[in-house]
Each structure stands twice: as C-alpha cells, then as structure tokens.
C-alpha cells in the first residue's frame, strides 16, 4: 500500500494543470511515438523515475514494447500475451506469484528491466496499454497522491493511443492498397503488353524484366508443360542442368512451396532444386490447371518474398502461362488455316487433272471413281484417245500429300498426253515418261503407274505396270490374273532396265480393275487392313456385274469396312469391262 497523501491543495492544482495540459498535448497529436514518448517523460518527470516502459495492444490479448526510457537496448522479446485487463495499478512483485504462467513471464521481463509498477490505460474497460515505471531516483516510494497521477495519466492517454493505433492502422492498410493498386496496374500493363505478341520468347522476356527490375530476382528458371512433361524455357542458372525429366514429380504442382526452416524439400526434385538455390516455386496454372511453374533464386541483396510479392508473383506466372496458351493457339490456328488453305489448292489441282467425263466405248463399259482423302493423295486416272479406236487408259499414284503430290501429279498427265500421241512402243513410252519425272522431281518422289492401250478393233490390251498395284484381269473362264509386266517405278532412276509389255486379247465380259492403295490398303477402325486377298475375293464376286456396278460395289465394301475410321488415303478406279 502507498504512503498516506502529503499533497497540498497547491500540489493538486500542480497536478490538475500537468494533466490538462498532457491531454491536450497527447489528443492533438496522431504519431503514436510521439505520444508515448510524452506520457513517459510526463510520468517520469513528475515522479522522479529514471526507468519507464509502454506496452501497446497489438491483436486480441497481444502486446507490443513500443517505447522505452532510460533502459538500455534489450535484445530478445518484445510480444507478450496478457490473459487480463486490470482495472488498477500493478505491483510487478506481486505479479510474479501469479497462478498465471504468461503473467509470471510477463512480471519476470519487467523485473528484469527494472520496472516495480505497471499502470492500465483503460478505455471503456479495456485495456489499450500499459505504462511501466521504476523506482524513484531518490528512493522514496510512491505516495498514494502519486498512484492516482499515473492512473489519471493513463486514462488521459487511453483514449490518444487507442487514436494513434487506429490512425496507424490506417496508414498501414493505405499503405497495402497503394502497393496493391501499384501491383495492379503493373500486372495490367504486363498483361497488356504480352498479349500485343505471340511470340513466346518476347513474353518470356517480359516476365523476365519483371522478375529482375521489380523483384530483383537474377537466378531463376521457367519450366512449361506440353500436358505430359516439363520442359525449361527460360533459365538464368546456367550451371543448372534444368533437364524436366529431373523434375518430373512436380508436373502437377498446385500450390506455392517455399522452402524454410518449417518448410524443407519432400521429394527428389524440390531436394534437387533446393541444392542449387531455389527457394520459392510458383505454380503456372491456366484454367486451374497446371502448365509450368517458376522456380526462383535468390535476389539482389537477399531475402524472401513478403506475402504481397508471393500474390504478385502467383498473378505474374499465371499472366505469362495464359499468354504462352494463347500463342500457342493462335499459331495453331494459323497452320490449321494453312493446312486447309493448301488442301482446297491441292483438291482443286488434283480434280482438275481427272476426266471431266468418261468416253464412251464401242463394245465396252468404262467406270472410274476419285475420292479424296482429308489430306488429299495424288492418285490420278486418266482416259485419252489416240486414234478412233485406240485408247490410252492409265492410272497412277503419286508418294506423298497435299499439293506437292498433286503438282507432280500434273507432271505426270503433261508427261503422258505428250508421249502418248507420238504412238511410241509401250516399254519405250514408259521409259521417257520415267526420265521426264525423274529430272523434275526430288529422291524422295516416286509414283507408281499402270498404263495400257485398249485396241477396239483387235480387242486387246497391251499395257505396262510400273511398280503398280497390279490390277485384276477377271476373263470368262472363271480366272482372276494379277497384271504385273512392267518395271519399276517412275521417278526413282533416270535410267532403268527395259520395261517389258504385255498384250491381252479381250473376249466378251473380261473385265480389268484397276485401282490404289487407297482400296486394298484402308485401314478399319482397329486398324485392319482391306487387303488384298478379300480385294481378289470381292473383285472375282463381281463377274456378272457391269463396270460400274463393279466399281460401286467394290466402294460400297470397303467403306463398310472402314465405318468408325478416318480415311487414310484417296480411293481411286478404273475398270473396263468388254460388253459383247
């Protein structure tokens, strides 16, 4: 208990001014350092206390040392958590038999520093700090006049610092949203500037300006995934073999890892990054789904990333993988347009080189079908006359798709219409129509070729099969004879063997079917083949049928066979059939 009060009516006067004074220093001012600091020195001054502390409320039963006077700088703890709101002045002595384990360590921190009282500041019953005090310099003790000062201090002051906290609660989360809008209109200008390209290597250097000039990050990498592996895009560890396969087992990374004392690596590939720097990993996520992640290093003075910088760094990677999706889709686009635009040229080449219309023959039956495949082959029939009974029936197929092959489909019909018409021996026909595609084509192109001379008046076919899918000659005598004389195939050598030729004499319902690998070899949907034997079966079925039900028949089959597939290749015709 104080000593009795010695205070004059003078001194209580004294007391009252000092105080309305405090007040109206303390509730004029808003820099919460210059508050506390005032309230020590008012308390210290009029005691004659050479020691004195503040606590100040931070967070729920939570307290900060936020001012000091007359101790030296203390190392150590500066938090405490007080289960309490005392109503009165404190006795740190007495304190420290409390039956609260937070109170005791509490009381022992003010021991230490010297302190013997601890005064509230109470506002509304709850308790916004407390003011600690040390013994006085002339060693008396404190008077019950005394006592009551401190809490009038105190609750003068209560209702100041509970304003400067709030005031500085404010600065604080101003200060928040300032970086947040900053953070904003960065991102926005990233974000608008990546999405002015689609060139991948300018949106990595962008994210890469930002990562150094803001964050002051010089080691880092950027891996991104195709949907099965992780591949570096961009790496500033260059002593770092960034192979994706060593990483594999983060490909479905979802959330931030930082490495720390808490944190430490759970797998071979966050070990392995680990021991070359890395120590924060940001997922990429488009859509919510992982396609990358950034792995970074340390920065320019070191440190890690505050919680506002990991948000900016989460919005950064997700900007970037969003702007590498959309240039990955619109090159996509761009080569599908091309991909199409080449495939209507080559259909449109490719139609135009085929017969506008069937001749009609004396005595026999001719049909012919051309059906494009999605890609486009260069298969190619042709039907010429060169007399008023002889007739040039060819077909062919030329290696490759779109509009190279049918370019060199074209080089085949020029060559054929001009040799043709100069009635030339067959084997020797062939082989010029052979130089002429072998010196305007590349190793790799070839074509297969059957062509013959159908005689009306003598009822023959001579013809040549170069490296063709030899075509079915079905007589009436029940035979079903593969053509194979020839030789090889056009555009390979510039000089070849002989070809050799073969006549046939034509006798009423002999039937030749000609055709390509678009028919014997279209694939099922569990990738079957036609075939050739079930083609044979299929052709030898047909001997009662004209030509053209012949060749309907025959289409009608195997895009039965195919239903569910896609077609693979072009399916191309010609059959004749002698009538009489």
């Not at 594999?248 to 890892?257: G, H, M, P, Q």
């Not at 919680?307 to 900007?319: C, F, K, S, V």
């Not at 030329?398 to 020029?414: E, I």
């Not at 005598?477 to 194979?484: F, G, K, R, S, Y």
Request: net charge negative; charged share 25%; with cysteine.
């Amino acid at each position: 208990m104080a000593p009795e009060n010695t205070h004059t009516a003078q001194d209580i006067i004294s007391d009252s001014a000092a105080l309305l004074e405090l007040s109206t220093i303390l509730n004029a001012a808003t820099d919460l350092d210059f508050i506390l600091g005032n309230i020590l020195l008012s308390c210290m001054g009029k005691l004659l206390v050479s020691r004195g502390m503040i606590f100040v409320e931070k967070g729920e039963q939570e307290y900060h040392l936020r001012s000091v006077k007359g101790i030296g700088k203390r190392e150590g703890r500066d938090h405490f958590t007080l289960p309490v709101a005392w109503d009165h002045v404190q006795h740190v002595g007495e304190l420290q038999s409390s039956s609260n384990a937070a109170i005791r360590d509490f009381a022992a921190f003010a021991e230490d520093s010297g302190l013997e009282l601890l005064i509230p500041m109470l506002l509304e019953e709850h308790m916004v700090g407390i003011v600690g005090l040390g013994k006085k310099i002339t060693g008396q003790e404190l008077l019950s006049a005394d006592i009551t000062f401190l809490e009038s201090v105190a609750a003068v002051a209560a209702t100041a610092v509970k304003s400067a906290l709030t005031i500085e609660e404010l600065r604080v989360v101003n200060r928040r949203l300032d970086s947040k809008v900053q953070e904003m209109n960065t991102l926005f200008e990233i974000s608008r500037e990546m999405n002015t390209t689609f060139d991948p290597d300018a949106i990595l250097r962008i994210m890469s300006y930002a990562l150094m000039g803001q964050l002051r990050v010089m080691r880092y990498i950027v891996y991104t995934s195709d949907g099965e592996k992780l591949q570096p895009v961009l790496t500033k560890m260059p002593d770092f073999d960034c192979d994706g396969e060593r990483i594999a087992e983060l490909s479905d990374l979802r959330e931030t890892v930082v490495f720390s004392e808490r944190r430490h690596p759970e797998n071979s590939a966050e070990q392995l990054l680990a021991d070359v720097g890395v120590h924060t990993i940001i997922p990429m996520l488009s859509q919510n789904t992982p396609r990358g992640m950034l792995c970074l290093g340390e920065r320019v003075g070191g440190g890690r990333f505050d919680t506002l910088e990991l948000e900016y760094l989460h919005a950064l990677a997700n900007i970037t993988i969003s702007a590498l999706e959309n240039a990955r889709l619109v090159k996509d686009t761009i080569e599908k347009q091309r991909l199409e635009k080449e495939l209507s040229v080559a259909k449109s080449i490719q139609k135009g080189l085929l017969p506008k219309e069937i001749p009609t023959l004396a005595g026999y039956q001719l049909a012919a079908i051309n059906e494009s495949s999605q890609q486009v082959g260069g298969d190619y029939y042709d039907v010429l006359a060169v007399s008023d009974h002889e007739y040039v029936l060819a077909i062919g197929d030329v290696a490759g798709k779109g509009v190279p092959a049918s370019l060199l489909m074209a080089n085949v019909q020029a060559a054929l219409r001009t040799i043709a018409p100069l009635r030339l021996p067959l084997p020797e026909a062939t082989a010029r129509i052979n130089s002429l595609i072998y010196s305007n084509t590349s190793a790799d192109k070839f074509i297969t070729f059957f062509w013959g001379i159908l005689d009306t008046n003598a009822h023959t076919f001579e013809y040549v099969n170069a490296g063709h899918n030899p075509p079915y000659f079905l007589t009436g005598e029940a035979q079903c004879d593969e053509l194979n004389e020839g030789g090889l195939i056009l555009g390979i050598m510039g000089t070849t063997p002989p070809y050799e030729s073969n006549k046939l004499s034509l006798q009423g319902d002999d039937m030749i079917v000609t055709f390509t690998d678009g028919v014997n070899e279209a694939m099922s949907r569990e990738m079957e083949e036609f075939s050739d034997e079930r083609l044979k079966a299929l052709v030898q079925d047909c001997r009662s049928l004209s030509a053209k039900d012949t060749l309907h028949r025959i289409r009608d089959e195997v895009l039965a066979f195919t239903e569910g597939a896609a077609q693979s290749d072009d399916i191309t015709m010609l059959i004749l059939k002698r009538s009489d």
